[in-house]
């Protein structure tokens, strides 16, 4: 064509188009601050304008430091992002998690449930129902009491560990073997089988696939495109590479043949000695035909429960008992107490532990009481829980919201908000001795009332017999001098965890100089 007559070159066509495209983000971000239904709420013009202060911190870690300050500038309802606002008021968060008018989980699990159909990325609510029905008393505390056996068993080793370890004069970094223990606890209790972690002191390279499966599908849930750059990857010839792509059909294989084993051992043992595991019933049911297809699973869904559970399930129970025991070697008046209480019950029979079961260790009101604290300040999961305004939208304290936004309950705000809890920083367990109404409702360490944690009274019982079995089992241990009150500062990168990554025990001092 004679450039004469065209109406626009190469570079003003582009400039056109940045133009147009400045004009229109910033129309939107105009109407986002100032016109939309949200704009009343309280928060900083860059969070109503645009998605990328939420995803920024979400992704770079530090969210619920972020949020909480937030909070602290602009009150008890702030907007965080253009669609989502975060809400520290205790009616308002009671009322988002109650089981009667339910606010289902957002599309960001729906995404991930293309991936994985398991029970936590479940969003709406006729399917979660009937998950959980089939779930049936798999985590309850009578079935838990049958696997007891099996915790206790991983704990001894550990505590064998902790003994030979720090009597050697080295250091032991209870983070790490902490994990290493919910590991095999899991593997015991999902699959039947010893994984040997705390034996050889390292992942097992199943779990270490079940990990990367993990990572790999939330990135193919949330960037699609890798499903098509797999097919050019698969021609890079680099081991690692070649290792993570197949690492989907190494864990369904695994997760089939051991849950098939768990299933045969079901089905050709009724006399009750054959091992327990979480879905012992769930696979007993799979066959029977008075149960109802509904509440059913299928091999293809424990498959994928099981691998959820054992690759996202551990961290959670090894931090925040980590964050436990060092509380407790922390605060020498803490532990005395303990030490005594657990005397108390055990008295007679010799040793602190003394076999002593969980269900006494339940009892144990100052042991509850610490726990309840650490649970505050330290439980491992602190984020923002996300859930979703129900249709016709709701009135949220001083607000009416839209259907579908998003609304979020900061835990790591909750749990330090100082008009219920006086002295928000200060680790007091005496606090949960008279516990009000509000304290109560503000701790959402396991979640809302209306998705609660499944696997909370196995971290429960997990936890008690860990402080036990040390208590009892390792008087000369304490912190190693690695281990400061800033080596364990809180960060955040989805969970919470120790600044240094680790947390390392000794032996005492005056013990080593002694022998
Ligand atoms: C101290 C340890 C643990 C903590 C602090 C913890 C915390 C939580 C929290 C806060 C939620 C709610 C998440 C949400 O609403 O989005 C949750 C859900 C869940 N947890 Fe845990 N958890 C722990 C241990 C475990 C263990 C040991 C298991 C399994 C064996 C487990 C399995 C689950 C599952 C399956 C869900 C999803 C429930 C649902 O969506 O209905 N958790 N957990």
Not at 183 to 202: A, S, T
Not at 233 to 248: A, D
Not at 343 to 368: C, F, H, M, N
Not at 402 to 407: A, C, D, F, G, K
Request: proline fraction near 5%.
């Amino acid at each position: 064509m004679d450039p004469r007559f065209r109406l626009l070159n190469g570079q003003q066509l582009l400039l056109a188009f940045v133009g147009v495209s400045v004009c229109y983000l910033l129309a939107k971000a105009i109407y986002r601050i100032y016109l939309s239904p949200l704009s009343k709420i309280p928060g900083p013009w860059y969070t109503a304008a645009s998605e990328l202060w939420f995803i920024w911190k979400n992704l770079g870690g530090g969210s619920i430091f972020a949020i909480h300050d937030l909070h602290q500038k602009y009150g008890p309802y702030v907007r965080i992002a253009p669609n989502t606002i975060s809400t520290a008021d205790l009616e308002s968060v009671q009322k988002i998690h109650s089981t009667s008018d339910v606010y289902r989980k957002s599309e960001y699990y729906e995404k991930l449930r293309r991936e994985v159909d398991t029970l936590p990325v479940i969003t709406d609510l006729e399917s979660y129902r009937h998950r959980r029905r089939a779930y049936g008393s798999a985590f309850s505390n009578s079935t838990l009491s049958l696997m007891e056996p099996a915790i206790r068993r991983n704990v001894d080793k550990l505590i064998r560990k902790i003994q030979q370890v720090t009597e050697a004069g080295e250091k032991f970094d209870l983070l790490k073997w902490f994990h290493l223990l919910s590991l095999d606890v899991l593997g015991e209790l999902c699959y039947g089988l010893d994984f040997g972690m705390l034996q050889d002191e390292k992942v097992h390279p199943l779990v270490e696939d079940a990990l990367s499966f993990v990572l790999l599908v939330t990135i193919r849930a949330y960037f699609p495109i890798v499903n098509r750059l797999k097919r050019v990857l698969s021609y890079v010839p680099h081991p690692k590479i070649q290792r993570f792509l197949r690492v989907e059909d190494r864990v369904y294989t695994f997760s089939s043949w051991a849950l098939s084993n768990t299933q045969h051992r079901v089905h050709n043992c009724k006399d009750g000695k054959s091992k327990i595991t979480l879905f012992s019933k769930i696979l007993d049911d799979m066959n029977d035909p008075d149960v109802n297809v509904k509440t059913k699973m299928t091999m293809a869904m424990v498959r994928q429960e099981a691998l959820m559970i054992v690759a996202a399930a551990s961290d959670t129970t090894a931090i925040t008992g980590t964050f436990l025991i060092w509380v407790i070697l922390r605060h020498a008046e803490i532990r005395r107490k303990l030490v005594d209480e657990l005397r108390a019950v055990t008295a007679g029979s010799g040793e602190l532990d003394g076999g002593i079961t969980d269900e006494k260790l339940k009892q144990l009101p100052y042991l509850k009481v610490v726990i309840m604290e650490v649970m505050r300040l330290y439980c491992a999961g602190q984020i923002a829980l996300e859930r979703v305004v129900p249709s016709g939208g709701r009135q949220i304290g001083p607000y009416f919201l839209p259907e579908e936004t998003r609304v979020c309950s900061p835990i790591y705000t909750l749990h330090r908000d100082p008009t219920v809890f006086p002295d928000p920083e200060l680790f007091k367990p005496e606090r949960w001795i008279n516990p009000t109404k509000s304290m109560e409702v503000a701790m959402l360490h396991f979640g809302g009332q209306s998705r609660p944690c499944i696997g909370q009274n196995l971290a429960m019982t997990e936890l008690r017999l860990l402080v036990a079995g040390i208590l009892s089992s390792c008087p000369d241990i304490e912190l190693a001098d690695s281990c400061t009150d800033d080596s364990m500062e809180v960060v955040d990168h989805l969970l919470i965890n120790p600044k240094s990554h680790k947390c390392e025990v000794q032996k005492r001092k005056m013990e080593i100089i002694k022998s």
